[in-house]
């Protein structure tokens, strides 16, 4: 079965300095790969997604990652974090069936806290 | 535009006592839908998932069921609630196309006693 790996269960980082939060998975055919985030006392909803063409995403909020396909990896970067960037981020996979119908598998997630 | 509801927001029941929680889909039709249960530290955790009216995929062996009785309306259930069914569960919907992208529900705080 397919999984979902993200390094850092909890990262404590200043306002101002820079953010890589590490996901890999183990599937080796095609992959959609998504990052969720949730903000203390709201919903998932996506930060970014990677389905196609060009390996480098951008999405919301600054946030941006890298599809590295040889290292099955899909890690989150900003270069510079802020306090409302407070939350619990999720790494997720889908293998590539067409339909959509078997869902999304997700990483365990990072909780990231940013001190003013 | 496409909006999800889940209710209750919060739950507390005691154990051995039965569940439902319901979630409903407005604006498009034909959704994929499923359940999640999101616990401290291990992720989201895929429980059930379907693809039209009656149809019901279980990912993990649970003390728990889904239906779908109607188009965009999804249900969990239990007939006698453990301890270990406490935790947050989120409802989720799909569009079935190749985006794969799911839309998630505000989500239902259970805590079994």
């Known amino acids: 079965a397919q999984s979902v790996s993200q390094h850092n269960h909890h990262v404590i980082l200043s306002e101002a300095a820079s953010l890589e939060l590490g996901c890999n998975y183990s599937?080796?055919?095609?992959?959609?790969l998504f990052w969720y985030v949730q903000y203390p006392g709201q919903h998932l909803q996506l930060l970014l997604k990677?389905?196609?063409?060009?390996?480098l995403v951008k999405g919301i909020k600054g946030f941006e990652a890298e599809f590295i396909k040889s290292k099955f990896s899909f890690n989150l970067r900003k270069p510079s974090v802020q306090w409302s960037d407070t939350a619990e981020y999720f790494c997720?996979?889908?293998?590539?069936?067409?339909?959509?119908?078997?869902?999304?598998?997700f990483g365990k997630g990072t909780h990231l806290i940013i001190q003013p | 535009s496409q909006t999800i509801h889940q209710w209750p927001a919060t739950l507390v029941q005691p154990v051995g006592s039965p569940l439902s929680l319901e979630c409903t889909v407005e604006?498009?039709?034909?959704?994929?839908l499923y359940w999640y249960r999101q616990a401290a530290g291990r992720g989201l955790q895929l429980l059930f998932y379907?693809?039209?009216?009656?149809?019901i995929s279980s990912e993990v062996p649970q003390n728990l069921s889904a239906s779908r009785p109607q188009d965009r309306q999804f249900i969990l259930s239990s007939k006698k609630l453990l301890l270990s069914d406490s935790g947050f569960y989120l409802c989720?919907?799909?569009?079935?196309?190749?985006?794969?992208?799911?839309?998630f529900g505000e989500g239902s705080r259970l805590t079994v006693l």
């Open positions: 989720a919907w799909t569009s079935g196309s190749d985006t794969g992208e799911l839309f």
């Open positions: 599937y080796g055919g095609t992959v959609n």
């Open positions: 990677y389905f196609s063409g060009d390996p």
């Open positions: 997720a996979v889908r293998k590539y069936s067409g339909g959509g119908a078997d869902g999304l598998t």
């Open positions: 604006g498009t039709s034909n959704p994929n």
């Open positions: 379907s693809v039209g009216i009656g149809q």
